[in-house]
């Protein structure tokens, strides 16, 4: 079963960056699909990011296009999410999670019911 440990959250202040790793063990990432997702206080848990291992493609929430960028790095096992210009609303708690079904990107980025296996989430807090 694959295990997933999120990192690199932390205390930036707006128009700021950040890079947050999601490390995978118990199970190599390829064929895996990778989303990333946030969760304010008071909200419900929202999609971000996600990007399908089979092919390299990716898809972006409207929020966050143009400025977080997904990758993955195969030699370390793991999905990073860069994130650039960061905003206030940006602050959340940050999940990372994996799918091994063949997601429809564009639809399954925000469904987190498609995904099976959770890291424990990194706190990401931009603020002045």
């Known amino acids: 079963q694959l295990q997933l440990v999120e990192s690199g959250g932390g205390l930036v202040q707006p128009g700021g960056s950040l890079r947050l790793s999601c490390v995978g063990s118990?199970?190599?990432?390829?064929?895996?699909?990778i989303g990333w997702f946030r969760q304010a206080p008071g909200k419900e848990r929202e999609g971000v990011s996600c990007i399908d291992s089979s092919d390299g493609s990716t898809y972006y929430a409207d929020s966050v296009k143009g400025r977080f960028t997904i990758s993955m790095d195969n030699a370390k096992n793991a999905v990073t999410l860069q994130m650039n210009s960061l905003k206030p609303e940006d602050t959340a708690v940050y999940s990372c999670a994996g799918s091994r079904r063949p997601l429809l990107l564009f639809r399954d980025y925000n469904r987190p019911y498609e995904f099976d296996d959770w890291g424990q989430g990194t706190q990401v807090t931009v603020s002045s």
């Open positions: 118990g199970s190599t990432l390829d064929y895996y699909v």
